[in-house]
């Protein structure tokens, strides 16, 4: 792993604990604030622009619900670019849903710049690969 | 938009027109062949490296079901990276499917490093945002 690699995954991480914690000001700092911001939660449409997104959390983080953590990390970084793919699970429990999480370089710290997490579920639309689980 | 977003929407809509076509040739030469490259069919588990997308995808394009056809798209450029987030549904039908698509620049080409697909569904491990559809 390369140490930017590493920086993004510590970044990914700060993100889940912003969300495990419900700290919506960290989670508003991990955002990007320059670089146009979207995200695809689970089963929600599309988010696009800042005040959306950190509405959505807004509302995501007041529930009182277990905390969602991340395993299997894996970064990705190209420039001043970077996505980490995960699952991510209710804390002790199974992982029940995919991420991506894309990362920008602003003003030198990495910053989110979209989030999608979906569920893990037999798909509809496509067939599955033999052995896939 | 920018020339840019329009050249990553170009190859966007070209990933869509292989999917459609079921072409595995074109398909191929879609994704990235210097860097590493990640995919996330929805309900399936994460797949690593080329070898194991261009076997979903050999998989999933024997598949004789409707055309999957991408909608609302928007890209996103930062450097030699960039990404699309979309609507993917089967063709003349509603939307089912939210995606995400990141590119790089390999070799003057927008090329595909990660593919994420997910149901548009009820989330289970997340509140509903009040209006959201």
């Given at each position: 792993m390369t140490q930017e690699e590493a920086r993004v995954l510590v970044c990914n991480q700060a993100f889940y604990d912003a969300f495990a914690r419900r700290d919506l000001a960290a989670m508003d700092r991990l955002w990007a604030s320059d670089a146009a911001v979207t995200c695809f939660h689970p089963g929600w449409d599309l988010l696009i622009g800042r005040d959306a997104v950190m509405a959505s959390w807004r509302a995501i983080l007041r529930d009182e619900g277990p905390p969602i953590e991340a395993s299997r990390e894996r970064a990705f970084v190209a420039g001043d670019a970077a996505f980490v793919v995960c699952l991510e699970g209710l804390?002790?429990?199974?992982?029940?849903l995919a991420a991506t999480n894309i990362f920008t370089r602003e003003h030198g710290e990495w910053r989110l710049v979209h989030h999608h997490a979906g569920h893990l579920a037999q798909p509809a639309a496509r067939p599955r690969m033999p052995g896939a689980n």
């Open positions: 804390r002790g429990g199974e992982p029940s």
